[in-house]
């Protein structure tokens, strides 16, 4: 059982170059999620799903894609990187975004660092 | 809009004192609220919940709605606590009109335990 994984771990990009971060979940979760994570900023929310074909904005969206044609993947693009955009990104899933037991007990992914020069 | 602050970006503590890691929170309705930590070299994962009322590796964490805090407690810091801790929230949508729940995180407090 993998539980969350993200690929790339490291990706260096240029300005303005466009980019995929993938990240798949083998639990049959609901709800997945990404977040960026900066030096004391915390973790902030990009965009979370609560399900197949339905996505939404977190805090942060803007310059990010996402879309979620199955279950266990939910990837993020970036369109034009820049350098704003350096951060670690973490996906997360759980059970269900709409309450319930486990809702919003998430299991995170091991991360992905991206650097934009 | 739901807030999580967690004021100490650092603490550090001796081995075998007291622990205390603070979150205050903002927000209109009922939450609930989670410690999640992040040993190093280790993924972010869920310390503890207020709804469950455990204690986890000594731990414990107590819902103060009065003052709106979920301080996180351990009467005897151990090395092995040494890590980054986060408070998070998750607001009932009924309230926020998001679509689901959504967890807020506050900035983290790293704990550094001094042997």
């Known amino acids: 059982n993998a539980g969350v994984t993200q690929t790339p771990k490291f990706q260096v990009l240029k300005t303005g170059q466009s980019m995929t971060l993938q990240c798949a979940q083998d639990?049959?979760?609901?709800?997945m999620s990404w977040y960026r994570q900066d030096p004391g900023m915390g973790l902030r929310l990009i965009h979370y799903?609560?399900?197949?074909?339905?996505?939404d904005q977190g805090e942060v969206p803007n310059g990010y894609n996402v879309s979620r044609s199955t279950t266990e993947d939910f990837p993020l693009r970036l369109l034009s990187a820049a350098p704003s955009q350096t951060s670690v990104y973490f996906c997360a899933s759980s059970y269900s975004g709409t309450g319930g037991p486990g809702a919003n007990v998430l299991t995170f992914g091991a991360g992905s660092r991206l650097t934009v020069l | 809009a739901q807030r999580v602050t967690q004021p100490e970006k650092l603490l550090s503590v001796f081995k075998g004192a007291p622990v205390e890691l603070k979150c205050n929170y903002s927000?209109?309705?009922?939450?609930?609220l989670f410690w999640y930590v992040q040993y190093s070299r280790q993924r972010l994962q869920l310390l503890l919940r207020h709804i469950s009322r455990e204690s986890i590796k000594g731990f414990t964490a107590d819902l103060n709605k009065g003052e709106t805090s979920f301080h996180l407690k351990k009467p005897f810091a151990q090395e092995e606590d040494s890590a980054m801790y986060y408070c998070?929230?998750?607001?009932?949508?009924?309230?926020?009109?998001?679509?689901?729940?959504?967890?807020?995180f506050g900035k983290g407090t790293k704990l550094s335990v001094i042997p």
């Open positions: 927000y209109s309705g009922s939450p609930e």
């Open positions: 998070a929230l998750s607001g009932n949508p009924a309230y926020s009109g998001a679509g689901s729940y959504q967890l807020t």
């Open positions: 799903s609560v399900g197949a074909g339905i996505t």
């Open positions: 639990m049959n979760h609901e709800y």
